[in-house]
């Protein structure tokens, strides 16, 4: 398997692509054309404008494979678009160009952006108002890592949970994207963790203070038990289903539930949008339980638009680039691939054997 060689960080540059200079704005492109396997993924060229009003444009520097990803490549993420679409959760890179009403400061500096698809290319036009400051000094691929990832794991432990030092946790799919930030900064606020992964998993999580516990044990739930007997302060949960379910059983009087994906929805041919309202029903009736615990589902998205979703994403994101500049936060990067590599980086990502997030570095030059 052909990775990249981990670049050190490096402050963002300035220089224009002469591609810009002379109006030709090519963007190279991964294409997702329909349900597919990783094979079948499609890469192109695009003429792009220049930025118009409120646009930027952005030379993308690093961007990720996520459960996003994974479920859309198989038609099964709700609220995708329909195909053909770049995909691309979230990037990383520097402003090149930005348009007539933006800032003109903006140009050269190296900023961070959610978008929900469109990541996976050379360049992106996006509005000025959603960018996200990256700190000099920073590597693109570890500040990409900490965008959906990181702000989600930021605001499920901090604003959902408000999880408090001394608390105990537990996190189902510790060594993925999300799990690997959720875990560290956890550590960090002084909560004891318990972390379902794969046995390969469960020594680099048990150096970092994690209690690794196998997620496929036939008897996960009494093992749980074993270790929290009196129960958990907050589960994150990933999977959905059977594993909601365990989670919110152990969970103290007090506690919360917080579900932010259904990854056992990611494979099968059965509707995954029955399954989205089966979990939605499922979290509905634990809240009308009186017994104390609450659950709910986390989404990034909540709030889109309005000034206090910017300003909770801008201070989150301040947040974790903070902690990373510190070394507090160290992203588990499990390998960078070009975009021409696309094929191995899904494969790879889909294998259940990373530890930490496979990044795509789309104008990375050999």
Same mark, same amino acid.
């Given at each position: 398997?052909?990775?990249?060689?981990?670049?050190?960080?490096?402050?963002?540059?300035?220089?224009?692509?002469?591609?810009?200079?002379?109006?030709?704005?090519?963007?190279? =492109?991964?294409? %997702? +054309?329909?349900?597919? !396997?990783?094979?079948?993924?499609?890469?192109?060229? /695009?003429?792009?404008?220049?930025?118009?009003?409120?646009?930027?444009?952005?030379?993308? =520097?690093?961007?990720?494979?996520?459960?996003? !990803?994974?479920?859309?490549? /198989?038609?099964?993420?709700?609220?995708? +678009?329909?195909f053909p679409f770049v995909?691309?959760?979230?990037?990383?890179?520097?402003?090149?160009?930005?348009?007539?009403?933006?800032? +003109?400061?903006?140009?050269?500096?190296?900023?961070?952006?959610?978008?929900? $698809?469109?990541?996976?290319?050379?360049?992106?036009?996006?509005?000025?108002?959603?960018?996200?400051?990256?700190?000099? *000094?920073?590597?693109?691929? =570890?500040?990409?890592?900490?965008?959906?990832? *990181?702000?989600?794991?930021?605001?499920?432990?901090? #604003?959902?949970?408000?999880?408090?030092?001394?608390?105990?946790? %537990?996190?189902?799919?510790?060594?993925?994207?999300?799990?690997?930030?959720?875990?560290?900064?956890?550590?960090?606020?002084?909560?004891?963790?318990?972390? $379902?992964?794969?046995? /390969?998993?469960?020594?680099?999580? #048990?150096?970092?203070?994690? =209690?690794?516990?196998?997620?496929?044990?036939?008897?996960?739930?009494?093992?749980?038990?074993?270790?929290?007997?009196?129960?958990?302060?907050?589960?994150?949960?990933?999977?959905? *289903?059977?594993?909601?379910?365990?989670?919110? *059983?152990?969970?103290?009087?007090?506690?919360?539930?917080?579900?932010?994906?259904?990854?056992?929805?990611?494979?099968?041919?059965?509707?995954?949008? %029955?399954?989205?309202?089966?979990?939605?029903?499922?979290?509905?009736?634990?809240?009308?339980?009186?017994?104390?615990?609450?659950?709910?589902?986390?989404?990034?998205?909540?709030?889109?638009?309005?000034?206090?979703?910017?300003?909770r994403m801008q201070e989150?994101?301040?947040?974790?680039?903070?902690?990373?500049? /510190?070394?507090?936060?160290?992203?588990?990067?499990?390998?960078?691939?070009?975009? !021409?590599?696309?094929?191995?980086?899904?494969?790879?990502?889909?294998?259940?054997?990373?530890?930490?997030?496979?990044?795509?570095?789309?104008?990375?030059?050999?």
């Amino acid at each position: 398997m052909s990775t990249l060689t981990e670049a050190p960080r490096k402050a963002a540059s300035a220089a224009i692509p002469s591609t810009v200079h002379c109006g030709a704005i090519i963007s190279r =492109e991964v294409v %997702l +054309p329909g349900v597919v !396997e990783p094979a079948g993924f499609m890469l192109h060229n /695009r003429t792009l404008d220049a930025p118009g009003a409120g646009l930027v444009l952005i030379q993308v =520097e690093a961007s990720g494979i996520s459960f996003a !990803e994974q479920s859309m490549r /198989r038609g099964r993420y709700p609220g995708q +678009p329909a195909f053909p679409f770049v995909p691309g959760y979230d990037l990383v890179g520097v402003v090149v160009l930005a348009g007539p009403d933006v800032d +003109p400061s903006l140009i050269g500096k190296r900023v961070a952006a959610l978008t929900k $698809t469109g990541g996976w290319s050379t360049y992106a036009l996006l509005s000025a108002d959603i960018l996200l400051p990256v700190p000099d *000094g920073i590597d693109p691929a =570890e500040a990409e890592t900490l965008v959906v990832n *990181g702000i989600t794991a930021w605001q499920m432990l901090h #604003r959902d949970a408000r999880i408090q030092r001394g608390q105990t946790i %537990l996190v189902h799919g510790a060594n993925g994207g999300v799990g690997t930030i959720l875990v560290q900064l956890a550590l960090h606020a002084g909560v004891r963790v318990i972390g $379902t992964a794969s046995p /390969r998993h469960h020594d680099t999580l #048990r150096a970092q203070g994690v =209690e690794p516990v196998d997620y496929n044990d036939p008897n996960l739930a009494q093992r749980l038990r074993q270790l929290v007997p009196d129960g958990v302060d907050a589960a994150f949960d990933n999977v959905g *289903g059977t594993s909601a379910t365990i989670s919110f *059983g152990l969970l103290k009087r007090g506690g919360t539930l917080i579900c932010l994906a259904i990854a056992s929805a990611k494979n099968g041919t059965d509707s995954v949008v %029955l399954k989205f309202i089966g979990l939605v029903a499922q979290v509905i009736w634990y809240n009308i339980l009186p017994n104390g615990r609450r659950a709910t589902f986390y989404n990034i998205w909540s709030g889109k638009g309005s000034k206090a979703f910017l300003s909770r994403m801008q201070e989150d994101f301040a947040q974790l680039m903070d902690l990373l500049a /510190r070394g507090v936060v160290v992203p588990k990067i499990a390998a960078r691939f070009p975009l !021409e590599q696309i094929r191995v980086a899904m494969e790879l990502a889909e294998s259940r054997t990373v530890y930490g997030k496979v990044i795509l570095l789309p104008t990375h030059k050999k």
